[in-house]
């Protein structure tokens, strides 16, 4: 039941409860691994009755390994987003757009997908962009900024933002 905090383990042949409290449950389930920095999640809804700024939201932010993959199996995969829409991932407080002032002077690194490619590789490769970034493990990663996938028509894209 639903309220109980103790449970008969099935098939014991003796009274025996497991216990299902917090103090039973061994501190290296409770260690939560720090990321570098914090990172937000943005989403860009692509709605043509508002401004470009007015579709793009910040869902939500991050800053463990944990919370990160929690996200991640809780939201669609790029290939699911609808022709139009994008997702974001960049450091807390600099926005997925060149007017930030983190990006007025940077670049990027672009892959181009065929949509053929949309189910094969779009996720997986966006998946490596992401754990790459919020890892730190592009060179200088001091100069990120972040990444975005773009799904459209015709070319699916990725991009690494930097400084």
Request: glycine content about 6%.
């Amino acid at each position: 039941m639903a309220g109980n905090t103790t449970e008969e383990v099935e098939g014991s042949t003796s009274t025996e409860t497991k216990s299902n409290t917090a103090a039973e449950i061994p501190p290296e389930f409770l260690i939560k691994h720090p990321l570098q920095n914090t990172w937000s999640l943005w989403f860009y809804d692509n709605d043509r009755n508002k401004t470009w700024e007015e579709n793009l939201i910040e869902l939500t932010s991050f800053d463990t390994v944990e919370d990160f993959w929690r996200l991640y199996h809780h939201i669609k995969l790029p290939s699911e987003l609808r022709q139009g829409h994008d997702y974001a991932v960049f450091k807390q407080g600099i926005r997925p757009m060149w007017e930030d002032d983190a990006n007025k002077m940077g670049g990027r690194w672009l892959i181009s997908l065929e949509k053929k490619q949309r189910t094969s590789d779009l996720d997986r490769f966006w998946l490596d962009v992401v754990l790459l970034l919020i890892g730190e493990n592009f060179e200088h990663p001091e100069e990120i900024c972040g990444a975005v996938v773009n799904v459209r028509a015709k070319i699916d894209k990725i991009g690494e933002c930097n400084k």
